[in-house]
């Protein structure tokens, strides 16, 4: 079974910057695409970026700019670096790996606030 551990999530004021990892557990094959989704309170959980195996990144239009996702192939890890961050970015951030059934991790809060 696929375990994703994510880290690096926390409060931040607007303008600010974290970063968030996430790295894939029990399985020895590169997984093809991983990404981060986010979800606040009342809302869809909704795309924040994805990224393919030597494949371009994809980002939702509100994060363009501010956000980058890379990859560590190797070691089936996934990284968010987040600047400029906004209060609007508020969420619970989760991993997401494209596994047979699609895994996520257990979410980590990020909370922009001054």
């Known amino acids: 079974q696929v375990h994703l551990l994510e880290s690096g999530g926390g409060l931040v004021p607007p303008g600010g910057s974290l970063r968030l990892s996430c790295i894939a557990s029990?399985?020895?094959?590169?997984?093809?695409?991983m990404g981060w989704y986010r979800q606040v309170p009342g809302k869809q959980r909704e795309m924040v970026a994805t990224?393919?195996?030597?494949?371009?990144?994809h980002y939702a239009d509100s994060v363009k700019g501010r956000f980058t996702i890379s990859r560590d192939n190797p070691k089936n890890a996934v990284f968010l670096q987040m600047d400029s961050l906004k209060p609007e970015d508020t969420g619970v951030y989760f991993c997401?790996?494209?596994?047979?059934?699609?895994?996520w991790g257990q979410g980590t809060q990020v909370t922009v606030s001054s």
């Open positions: 997401w790996a494209a596994t047979l059934s699609g895994s």
């Open positions: 029990g399985v020895i094959t590169p997984i093809a695409v």
């Open positions: 990224k393919a195996n030597g494949g371009s990144p």
